[in-house]
């Protein structure tokens, strides 16, 4: 039911392209403000869109706008800046706001690859990241032009999910973005690709020291070992400034991951089975 005043009314079709969801919700690192990305339904572009919103105590105002999808904001570890994910330009990237004033700045975009699982370091200066290969054309656009149905090679076992369609041959790795200082016009390097292999890796964690970067990762020499053990990952530890070896920390069977630091950088708290 819905209710404008003392009006009540059943639920139309029509009334679910008006819904509004919040998703993603952050708190700022003094605990003061919450940003936020706020979904919408774009109906002349038949899907959706979503914009950055800041809300302090009672008032809520929008950071983004525009016909782009922008997600993922993270707040900066002093509170000024936020970098977030976004499909502005055409492509996925990596964009950066200050929060003193001034439009969005992109750090680093990719044709064939979408940022995910972004993470500041403690210092500010850099940013970790999960590089996503972009999928195949969603199922229902493999077609040619003729009408026909474009034929696709698979190479993994594991080659789709319900809700994600068809999965990319490539590998989800970690990478590390190095950040602008504020107020600097500086031009952010390449990002540094830190792991391979031919599984996927799970989201970065920065020790607090900033040298090195938790995350899980399965083991396996090939792409159907480790797709037939997808529920066997391990804990690893790889140094932040690469290249360099991973370190398996974790030692029993089993599924391990969301590694966490402690804030002496002494132990990593880990969830599993």
Same mark, same amino acid.
């Given at each position: 039911?819905?209710?404008?005043?003392s009006k009540t009314r059943a639920v139309q079709l029509a009334d679910?392209?008006?819904?509004?969801?919040?998703?993603?919700?952050? &708190? !700022?690192?003094?605990?003061?403000?919450?940003?936020? +990305?706020?979904?919408?339904?774009?109906?002349?572009?038949?899907?959706?869109?979503?914009?950055?919103?800041?809300?302090?105590?009672?008032? =809520?105002?929008?950071?983004?706008?525009?016909?782009?999808?922008?997600? $993922?904001?993270?707040? $900066?570890?002093?509170?000024?800046?936020?970098?977030?994910?976004?499909?502005?330009?055409?492509?996925?990237?990596?964009?950066?706001?200050?929060?003193?004033?001034?439009?969005?700045?992109? /750090?680093?975009? #990719?044709?064939?690859? $979408?940022? $995910?699982? /972004?993470? #500041?370091?403690?210092?500010?200066?850099?940013?970790?990241?999960?590089?996503?290969?972009?999928?195949?054309?969603?199922?229902?656009?493999?077609?040619?032009?003729?009408?026909? /149905?474009?034929?696709?090679?698979?190479?993994? &076992?594991?080659?789709?999910?319900?809700?994600?369609?068809?999965?990319?041959?490539?590998?989800?790795?970690?990478?590390?973005?190095?950040?602008? +200082?504020?107020?600097?016009?500086?031009? !952010? &390097?390449?990002?540094?690709? /830190?792991?391979?292999?031919?599984?996927?890796?799970?989201?970065?964690?920065? =020790?607090?020291?900033?040298?090195?970067?938790?995350?899980?990762?399965?083991?396996?020499?090939?792409?159907?070992?480790?797709?037939?053990?997808?529920?066997? !990952?391990?804990?690893?530890?790889?140094?932040?400034?690469?290249?360099?070896?991973?370190?398996?920390?974790?030692?029993?069977?089993?599924? #391990?991951?969301?590694?966490?630091?402690?804030?002496?950088?002494?132990?990593? +708290?880990?969830?599993?089975?």
């Amino acid at each position: 039911m819905i209710t404008n005043g003392s009006k009540t009314r059943a639920v139309q079709l029509a009334d679910f392209l008006t819904l509004k969801v919040v998703t993603d919700p952050r &708190p !700022s690192p003094d605990g003061s403000r919450v940003v936020l +990305a706020l979904q919408e339904v774009d109906v002349s572009g038949d899907g959706y869109l979503s914009h950055l919103w800041l809300v302090d105590g009672s008032e =809520s105002r929008p950071l983004t706008r525009g016909k782009v999808k922008d997600r $993922s904001a993270r707040w $900066s570890p002093d509170g000024r800046r936020i970098a977030f994910v976004s499909d502005r330009g055409g492509e996925q990237g990596i964009w950066l706001l200050d929060l003193a004033g001034g439009e969005p700045r992109l /750090l680093h975009s #990719w044709k064939n690859l $979408s940022p $995910s699982g /972004l993470t #500041w370091s403690p210092r500010g200066d850099r940013l970790a990241f999960l590089g996503v290969p972009t999928p195949p054309e969603p199922e229902g656009e493999m077609k040619t032009g003729d009408g026909g /149905l474009k034929l696709r090679r698979i190479t993994r &076992p594991m080659y789709r999910f319900d809700g994600s369609g068809w999965l990319a041959d490539e590998r989800a790795h970690i990478h590390v973005l190095d950040v602008p +200082a504020p107020g600097s016009n500086a031009v !952010s &390097p390449e990002p540094r690709q /830190l792991t391979t292999g031919p599984a996927d890796d799970g989201p970065p964690a920065w =020790s607090p020291d900033g040298a090195e970067i938790a995350y899980a990762g399965l083991l396996g020499e090939t792409a159907d070992e480790v797709d037939l053990r997808r529920n066997e !990952s391990q804990v690893f530890i790889i140094a932040a400034d690469g290249p360099g070896e991973p370190r398996r920390i974790t030692k029993r069977d089993g599924g #391990w991951g969301g590694p966490v630091w402690s804030p002496d950088g002494r132990w990593i +708290a880990v969830t599993g089975t």
